[in-house]
Each structure stands twice: as structure tokens, then as C-alpha cells.
């Protein structure tokens, strides 16, 4: 959309009586593909940050909800259907912890999802960013430094995520075992 057509949108009373019904509609229903469709749009729309706000608690209420059910179940989350918006919701909040500084927070989200996504590069990603926050490395530090920052994503599933850093992974990884292994005995009491 061009700005014209975003001012258009911000003001088209259809348009916003449609978007208010969608919004009671997908916070009735628990709807976390509908919560992040709703929410989506009200960002790109620069609409009242309370009701951003509102629908987004929504959203941490669903997906709270959802992953402490799968988490019980020991099923792994995948990054297809409805599953990519719980991940991305964790994920947010996550990174919404760290960038104000609460490094446990942000260590024991990132840690759950280490342990709840099938993927495998997306729960590498997420063991770099938990072995950052045990380090208390700031997120711009973080971003700065490891981050690869790419012009294209090869792969929008990927997009709602840092996944691609200045560094092997796997060695990585390897090199900072000892660190995981310890975060996994501190933090595995949150996974019963």
C-alpha cells in the first residue's frame, strides 16, 4: 500500500467498522492466525496503541495458553499452519524482554523454544540468541555484531525471525556447549 492508500484505509469507515468486527470476532474465538492479521494491519495502519496494545496481550494470553498445552503433550511446534504465529509470539516477547535489559526473561523464552520447535536452523537461532542473554549481551550488541544482516530472506517463513549470523553455527555451538548444557540444567524445571 502507498500512503494514500494507508490514509485512505486509516479514515474508510467501512473499512474500520470491518476491522473493529475482525477484532471482537478473533479475540472471541482465540484465533491467533486472525489476532496477528488484526494486529498486523493496526501496526501498518499506525492506529490507537491501545488497541495494538490490547490485541497483542491477546495474542501472549493464546499463545501462552497453546504452548503450555504442547508443552504437556512433548509435541514439537513446526513453522507451518498455526504453529509459526505461537513461535512468533514467544519469540517477540522474548526479544521484547531483552531489549529492555531483563536478560532471565528473555533467557527462559528463548530457552522454551530451544526445546518446542521442530526446526532445526530456526532452534539453533534461538540456542545463539539464549547463549547471548546468558552472557547479558545486549540486543544491539547482539545485532551488531552476529547478526548477518541480509537485503532478501531466502525463505519468509524465516522472517518474523533473526536466523542468519556472521558465524559458523554449528561450531558456534559446539564452542559454547558447556553454557547451553548449564542453561538447560538451570532452566529445565520450566519445561514440566
Known amino acids: ?97 531483552w531489549s529492555v535489559l531483563n536478560f ?7 530457552f522454551i523454544l530451544t526445546q518446542i520447535i521442530e526446526d532445526k536452523k530456526l532452534s539453533d537461532a534461538m540456542k545463539i540468541h539464549l547463549i547471548a542473554c546468558a552472557n547479558n549481551k545486549d540486543m544491539d550488541a547482539f545485532y551488531e555484531e552476529d547478526v548477518h544482516h541480509l537485503d532478501v530472506v531466502d525463505n519468509e517463513k524465516y522472517g518474523y525471525f533473526i536466523h542468519e549470523f556472521n558465524f559458523d553455527v554449528e561450531e558456534y555451538l559446539n564452542n559454547n556447549s558447556k553454557l547451553l548444557d548449564e542453561q538447560y540444567q538451570q532452566l529445565k524445571h520450566l519445561l514440566n
Open 104 to 110: 532471565d526473561g528473555a533467557r527462559e523464552l528463548f
Open 1 to 97: 500500500m502507498n500512503q494514500e492508500e494507508l490514509q485512505e484505509a486509516r479514515v474508510n469507515p467501512e473499512f474500520l467498522s470491518y476491522l473493529k468486527e475482525k477484532e471482537e470476532e478473533v479475540i472471541e474465538t482465540k484465533s491467533i492466525a486472525g489476532l496477528y492479521e488484526v494486529l498486523d494491519t493496526l501496526l501498518v495502519l499506525d492506529l490507537d496503541e491501545q488497541r495494538i496494545h490490547n490485541v497483542y496481550q491477546e495474542i501472549l494470553k493464546v499463545a501462552f495458553d497453546s504452548i503450555e498445552e504442547r508443552l504437556k503433550d512433548t509435541k514439537k511446534l513446526s513453522l507451518d499452519n498455526d504453529d509459526i504465529y505461537f513461535i512468533r509470539s514467544f519469540y517477540e516477547h522474548a526479544v521484547e524482554k
